[in-house]
């Protein structure tokens, strides 16, 4: 069982990209802008659509009752670290390859995970300025995971796996770290997220552990009896159990209680993916029963992010 609590990525810690921020003009004082007019702020890196007609309201530090613009989303090249999944960062017809470089965290990072992909693989390498290349990994995302039979080979649509986890990163203070999503021209690659921070181990998954999600679809019926359906985000739900050192339960509790009200990442452990117990999100609760002097068992809830 372990658990990957993220670093903040700012301006400082983005070093290169090949996604550009152009989503829409940037907002500029002194202009007017006319209802729906969509504009970026590249401080906050987010898209904002005016409410009302204005003139020289910031859109970042407007306060205006009603407001005059609303904070619609992040902007495509920051996508990649506003914590919504569903919402990846996209690239235009023809283009094979989604490019990060992060890093200069000032701390080490020993952990690096990859959500809402689409591509053909992903890949890591991480350097630092003394040593050179320390770490270098490529993960096929390729899904064989429905193919059981030769009808399935042959007939089965193509997937792929929508997370990567890059583990057992060498742990450099200010290490950059390179990610590419490669796909092909036809299918351009997605990202969702990039988390990367420091990994934990908080003990030993057990059978049990449950898997379920939480569908935010609309799913109700009309006076006639019809449905009415409308596909939205859902989250993963997972119900982990897992066991500890009776002397190391304080240390879980800790760690566990850090990260109250922090996104992170949890899975059961290495070469685990394919019980789909990989989620980012939050957790609801846990709880440590001191069972005995030697062995203690833990149960966490987690809910993933959209």
Known sequence: MRVLIPFTVLDSNLIATNIPETDFGVWAVGTTYAVGTKVISTVTHRIYEALIESTGVNPTTDTSDPPKWLNLAATNRWKAFDQKISDPVTVPNGTTTIEYTIGSFGVPSNSLTLFGLKGR????????????????????????????????????????????????????????????????????????????????????????????????????????????????????????????????????????????????????????????TTVYGFFRNFSINLDGPAISNVTLEVEGLT
Request: charged share 20%.
């Open 121 to 276: 693989e992903a890949s890591v390498v991480a350097s630092d300025a003394t040593d050179g290349q320390v770490y270098s990994r490529t993960i096929s995302l390729i899904d064989n995971t429905l193919v059981d039979d030769w009808f399935t080979f042959f007939f089965e649509p193509a997937r792929v796996k929508s997370e990567a986890i890059f583990e057992g990163i060498p742990p450099y203070a200010n290490a950059e770290y390179v990610i590419t999503v490669t796909d092909t021209t036809s299918v351009e690659p997605e990202l969702g997220q990039i988390v990367a921070g420091q990994e934990y181990t908080l003990g030993n998954t057990n059978y049990g552990t449950s898997v379920s999600i939480e569908d935010y679809s609309r799913k109700e019926r009309d006076a006639f009896g019809n449905a009415v359906i409308v596909q939205r985000a859902f989250s993963k739900l997972i119900d982990f159990d897992f066991t500890v050192n009776t002397n190391s339960a304080r240390r879980t509790a800790i760690l566990l209680e850090e990260i109250r009200a922090i996104p992170a990442v949890y899975y059961a452990g290495i070469d685990t993916e394919q019980f789909g």
